[in-house]
């Protein structure tokens, strides 16, 4: 566990190198599903999805039954992946695998809908987005769920979203500066 926060601590100050040679330390260690996981990140944040692919299924293949929770987000994390390559096919299939692990997990259901949009599928897109942000609302999520709306041509849908969003901005202000 140290080596992994110290990874993400000098993954955090931009120090890739010493954040890869900590998962390593951590991987000859333990190598678990928390290790693979971020092994496979920081392989995918330097450009490497040929070897970040392969990490990430090591880290899947070492999930268990009993933290269906560890190996969805794991499926969540290889989907973000494959919708950052242009892929949301094989991102809306991660998400769904899983949703079947944990249903109604919000980082699985934000991914799909963040995918069905992609794919150019925006109704479905914001019905999936309002199951997540019922379910944890976050100022990112409701922005991009009244952007969906406002490419519907639903102004009025899209004015309330935002409006539910303003006050969660003193939480987590960045996503609000950024629209």
């Known amino acids: 566990t140290a080596h992994l926060v110290l990874a993400d601590a000098e993954l955090e100050l931009g120090e890739h190198e010493a954040a890869m040679d900590s998962v390593q330390a951590a991987l000859n260690l333990h190598p678990d599903l928390r290790s693979y996981n971020r092994a496979a990140h ?88 309002q199951q997540a942000v019922e379910r944890r609302p976050s100022v990112e999520d409701l922005l991009r769920l009244a952007e969906w709306h406002e490419q519907q041509g639903d102004a009025a849908a899209a004015t309330e979203v935002r409006a ?13 500066a950024l629209d």
């Open 42 to 129: 920081l392989r995918w944040l330097v450009g490497d999805f040929d070897s970040a692919l392969a990490i990430m299924e090591l880290a899947i293949d070492s999930g268990s039954a009993r933290d269906p929770e560890a190996s969805a987000w794991c499926f969540v994390d290889l989907g973000t992946m494959f919708l950052h390559r242009g892929d949301p096919a094989r991102a809306l299939a991660s998400t769904e695998r899983a949703l079947a692990l944990v249903p109604d997990y919000v980082p699985g259901l934000v991914l799909k809908a963040r995918a069905l949009a992609r794919a150019d599928r925006i109704p479905e897109a914001i019905a999936t987005m």
């Open 164 to 176: 539910r969003a303003e006050p969660l901005v003193d939480d987590d202000p960045r996503p609000m």
